[in-house]
């Protein structure tokens, strides 16, 4: 069968219109590219549908690369400690933040108040896994409130990242111990009443944060505190949204003396969970986000 | 060639490459996993016309380009990039068309070392792309530890395309590319 002149020619224009057009898009910066960020979400949203259910069957056929646990019971039980001291040093945290709001009140300076929070179970659609980062893609997007920030964690504790971009049916996690995530301020904690010592963690080779950290001295008895493998770590940064505050980074893996600096040690610090692993998080959403009653038209 | 066939089938092998990807992974950081799109690439391109192969790797390369995001520096979000992928997937369809009058067609082996050649110039042109974009644009990029993970990856996509190899006569005779070529050269 013959086609027609004119749609021969078109034919033969798209293969080279296309290598342009691909040539174009692969050179243009960054900050131009929001459109691109929508075709993803749709590319993301059609493939879910496989991805999500191979992820989790690759996740149940891998045993040598799941957590090591214990039994249901103690697993269940730690689980309950780990929750109780999460809100327990929150509160704490929590207590000293309103006494400085207090404070700054009676100097005239209006605060915003603590925010609800609503949390929203998400399925792990895709894993990036490059020499450069690594990256989630969840099913759940700015249509169920998800905004950028928002906080992303698995077992109610667990810090896992955070938004970085939130598509309409999709959004993207950046964890913690992506190379782009940068450094987290972070308290070690060395007693059950929460004392424990400042660090600033930057992500580093093989899923681990590392930082320099002092043994700090404890006010009462003057005896300075080591730091040791096993501690948990949780996140003390105000750069990150208040219901993150306190939420477990991972465990002290190890500590090392820092060759030019005598009085600090670094530390490397191993997430309890592998961001890499997950297969379905908890987003942390801040009630005053609101979700769109009249999503924008394009999508599903 | 039955589009709708091939449509179903590269979304199943997407959603497979991502999905397994995990499982199938090694290396510091489980970065070396092989594609598996790749294998599915260089058989439409064994037996397709040359212009159906450029169509279907630019849909493939399209869709890679679209499920891979890569992040900014300093926690300043994230960014599809089309165009590296797709542009390297047609390079690598290209290469196929090339050399496939030299190739036994029906041996697996031939599309072992095609999928392997085609992920090498696939995942260089990606580098390039990558590297130059670095120079102006925040993004993360390690451009020597990429080139070693890539050409790790490379290698491995050997093994999914031995795989794809074997079923080669089923996927082509669904692929309705079972006939040789009307416009390109045949082959055995």
């Known amino acids: 069968m013959h086609r027609s002149g004119h749609s021969t020619d078109a034919s033969r224009r798209f293969i080279p219109a296309a290598i342009v057009l691909c040539l174009l898009l692969g050179f243009v910066p960054a900050r131009y590219l929001a459109l691109t960020g929508e075709l993803a979400d749709k590319a993301n949203w059609i493939i879910a549908p496989i991805s999500h259910p191979v992820l989790r ?3 149940w056929l891998e045993p040598g690369r799941r957590q090591q646990g214990h039994s249901p019971e103690v697993a269940r039980l730690q689980s309950d400690r780990d929750r109780y001291q999460t809100m327990f040093l929150r509160a704490q945290a929590e207590i000293g933040r309103l006494r400085g709001q207090i404070s700054d009140l ?3 300076i209006d605060l915003n108040p603590a925010l609800p929070v609503r949390q929203l179970s998400a399925q792990v659609i895709r894993r990036q896994a490059d020499a450069s980062g690594r990256l989630l893609v969840i099913r759940g997007g700015a249509r169920t409130g998800v905004t950028p920030n928002t906080v992303v964690v698995v077992n109610g504790v667990d810090l896992v990242g955070r938004v970085i971009r939130a598509n309409r049916n999709t959004s993207i996690i950046q964890p913690i111990t992506s190379t782009g995530a940068g450094a987290i301020d972070a308290r070690i ?3 059950d009443d929460g004392f424990g010592a400042r660090c600033q963690l930057r992500p580093v080779r093989g899923g681990l944060l590392q930082g320099l950290a002092s043994e700090p001295e404890d006010p009462d008895s003057g005896r300075i505190e080591p730091i040791e493998p096993g501690r948990i770590v949780r996140l003390a940064d105000q750069t990150w949204p208040a219901n993150a505050q306190m939420l477990i980074v991972g465990i002290v893996e190890r500590v090392d ?14 997430p309890r969970i592998d961001p890499a692993r997950v297969t379905e998080v908890v987003l942390r959403i801040t009630e005053d986000s609101p979700i769109p009653s009249n999503p924008p038209e394009g999508g599903p | 060639m039955r589009w709708l066939v091939f449509a179903i089938l590269a979304w199943i092998f997407i959603g497979l490459e991502i999905g397994l990807r995990d499982v199938l992974a090694f290396g510091e950081d489980l970065a070396i996993s092989p594609s598996l799109v790749l294998p599915l690439a260089a058989l439409v391109a064994l037996s397709a016309t040359p212009r159906q192969t450029l169509v279907a790797c630019l849909v493939l390369g399209l869709l890679v380009d679209l499920t891979s995001s890569h992040e900014l520096a300093d926690a300043g979000g994230a960014v599809t990039i089309i165009g590296p992928a797709a542009l390297g997937y047609m ?5 196929v068309l090339t050399m496939r009058g ?11 070392f095609l999928s392997i050649v085609g992920a090498m110039l696939v995942n260089a042109v990606i580098a390039a792309m990558l590297s130059i974009r ?9 451009g020597g530890g990429e080139l070693l993970v890539r050409l790790g990856r490379s290698i491995y996509t050997g093994a999914p395309a031995l795989l794809v190899g074997l079923i080669s006569p089923l996927l082509g005779a669904m692929l309705g590319l079972d006939h040789p070529p009307r416009h390109g050269r045949r082959v055995f």
């Open chain 1, 57 to 59: 069957l690759a996740a």
């Open chain 1, 106 to 108: 009676q100097r005239g």
């Open chain 1, 189 to 191: 904690i060395l007693r």
């Open chain 1, 257 to 270: 003396s820092a060759e030019d600096q005598l009085l600090r040690k670094i530390v490397t610090v191993r």
């Open chain 2, 91 to 95: 390079l690598a369809g290209k290469f």
């Open chain 2, 102 to 112: 030299l190739m036994i067609r029906h041996n697996p082996l031939t599309l072992v």
């Open chain 2, 134 to 142: 670095a120079i102006y644009d925040p993004i993360v990029w390690d």
